[in-house]
């Protein structure tokens, strides 16, 4: 059920390949493990989430919501396959929001989600619960990464917070190593700025 979901958008013929099973499998496996540990007991915690960790969830929540209403499933899955990616990165993930992951995967994988309901003791069946809301200033970034160019070829990377300053940002990349390296014996004749993308010197 979930692989068919995952093979691309309703309206496109895609081919069958038993190795997408697998990793659809994989990842139910380890959706499984956030609730229990190799011996089969129960290892979620109540302790409180991290900013991040709300951010991140917030964002697949939206994403999920989203995607089921366009029926794009395909997306709505990866993008839970990515909170899980984090989820594990960060190492740790709450009682709350192990009950919103298995309100989103439910539409996908409703039998083994609610038998990992039924365990949590969460109360009534899991079908019948409310849609998980999101946050909406949760659900935009803090900090972007722009691309820092000289004439026109990237060289650089910088991280900054979303909808900073221009002369902030043009401040910050020029000291970047990389681009006080490249722009070495060379005058910035101009300056590009193009908010939350990218910053490109014309020099020469």
Not at 82 to 90: F, G, K, R, S, V
Not at 94 to 118: C, D, G, K, S
């Amino acid at each position: 059920r979930m692989y068919e979901m995952f093979l691309g958008p309703l309206e496109q013929s895609k081919p069958w390949d038993t190795n997408g099973i697998d990793g659809v499998h994989k990842f139910l496996r380890r959706f499984w493990r956030l609730f229990f540990d190799r011996n089969g007991q129960l290892c979620v915690t109540d302790e409180k989430a991290t900013e991040k960790e709300l951010r991140s969830l917030h964002k697949t929540i939206k994403k999920v919501s989203e995607d089921i209403e366009n029926l794009k499933f395909n997306t709505a899955i990866a993008s839970m396959m990515a909170l899980i990616n984090e989820i594990y990165a960060l190492g740790s993930i709450n009682r709350a929001e192990l009950r919103t992951l298995l309100l989103l995967l439910n539409p996908f994988a409703p039998h083994m989600t609610e038998e990992m309901y039924e365990v949590q003791n969460l109360g009534g069946v899991l079908n019948e619960q409310k849609w998980p809301t999101f946050d909406p200033a949760l659900c935009v970034d803090e900090m972007v990464e722009l691309v820092v160019q000289i004439n026109g070829k990237v060289r650089s990377k910088l991280q900054v917070p979303v909808d900073s300053a221009q002369a902030d940002v043009l401040e910050k990349a020029k000291a970047e190593p990389k681009i006080q390296d490249a722009l070495q014996g060379k005058q910035i004749v101009k300056e590009i700025y193009v908010q939350n993308k990218l910053v490109n010197f014309v020099a020469k």
